[in-house]
């Protein structure tokens, strides 16, 4: 008699990946609610600092109680160039992210976000040579159009809000790009955790070498801001590594349509703030155009033609 296989739990409890994917999501739009939530007269910089900070502090604890990730810190010096490019990226796209929040709101925050797919599609065609299937191609035009409705805004100062908002994405698309390139064999959570100290050890440079540094003035900012960065530089992108493991990657894109939602229904119920209904419909298109490029992305273009 042949051996029994062991049971594949992936495939027998594909709950437990989708239960992770909620948890992305959640997670994701807490960090949006306490981005929100922190003193707007603070310094972008420094909320940036701090929140990277509480991200810190708990990327040590998992360092700490994890023997893996004991033994990944052993071999610290494979990560000096990933540490510096995620540093400043990330240090500039989280400020501008918050600048955001601050001008436009988090729910049009968060479905301009979505632009990073795109740029990120961009890169690669534009270093790496790819090129675009039909699928890809729809998508593009899709995310296109929806950013144009939730872009367009007749004031100065939220017009200002959304191209921040932009370049926030963009950034943030580099810091994918960059680690594409150079982390392939990298353990993502040492990234994640490598990540973290690069940003608050680079803004805390940054903010006494000229001076802005400035400290909240309430203490309950400074939970604001530990939650905020905890929940999503860290537990986010836990639920969301975990998830992959546990399901198919093309599924994982449920994430983006639930994140937006759990992001206005806080907007909402703790803000008292809801964009129109026609930037709604303008970031519904950004999510969809975004799944299509999630999904048909890396497809060969002569497959789709078939």
Same mark, same amino acid.
């Given at each position: 008699m042949s051996a029994k296989a062991a049971p594949d739990h992936s495939k027998k409890f594909p709950v437990i990946g989708y239960l992770f994917l909620i948890g992305t999501a959640l997670f994701t739009a807490i960090s949006y609610a306490f981005g929100r939530a922190v003193d707007r007269n603070l310094d972008p910089e420094s909320t940036i600092f701090f929140w990277f900070g509480g991200a810190l502090i708990f990327s040590f604890i998992t360092v700490a109680i994890l023997p893996e990730q004991r033994e990944e810190a052993r071999n610290i010096g494979r990560y000096w160039k990933i540490f510096l490019y995620t540093s400043v990226l990330t240090s500039v796209g989280a400020a501008l992210w918050i600048i955001s929040i601050r001008t436009i709101g988090i729910p049009l925050t968060s479905f301009l976000m979505k632009a990073q797919t795109l740029f990120a599609l961009m890169l690669g065609m534009i270093f790496l040579g790819e090129r675009l299937n039909r699928g890809e191609t729809v998508g593009i035009l899709i995310t296109i159009t929806g950013g144009i409705i939730v872009a367009y805004q007749s004031d100065i100062t939220l017009l200002m809000g959304t191209l921040t908002a932009l370049g926030a994405a963009f950034f943030y698309s580099l810091i994918s790009f960059v680690v594409k390139k150079v982390g392939q064999r990298l353990n993502m959570?040492? =990234? @994640?955790?490598?990540? @973290? #100290? /690069? =940003?608050?050890?680079? #803004? #805390?440079?940054?903010? %006494?070498?000229? /001076?802005? %540094?400035?400290? &909240?003035?309430? &203490?309950?900012e400074y939970i604001y801001m530990i939650l905020g960065g905890t929940s999503g530089a860290l537990i986010a992108k836990a639920c969301q590594f975990q998830a992959i493991k546990l399901i198919d990657i093309s599924r994982t894109t449920a994430v983006l349509p639930l994140e937006s939602l759990f992001v206005i229904l806080f907007s909402y119920y703790i803000f008292d703030e809801i964009p129109s209904l026609i930037k709604l419909i303008g970031g519904a298109g950004i999510i969809i155009g975004v799944i299509f490029l999630v999904v048909f992305r890396g497809k060969k273009p002569e497959v789709l033609d078939k």
């Open positions: 959570l040492m =990234v @994640a955790n490598m990540r @973290a #100290l /690069g =940003v608050t050890l680079f #803004l #805390l440079i940054y903010l %006494f070498v000229t /001076g802005t %540094f400035e400290a &909240p003035t309430r &203490p309950i």
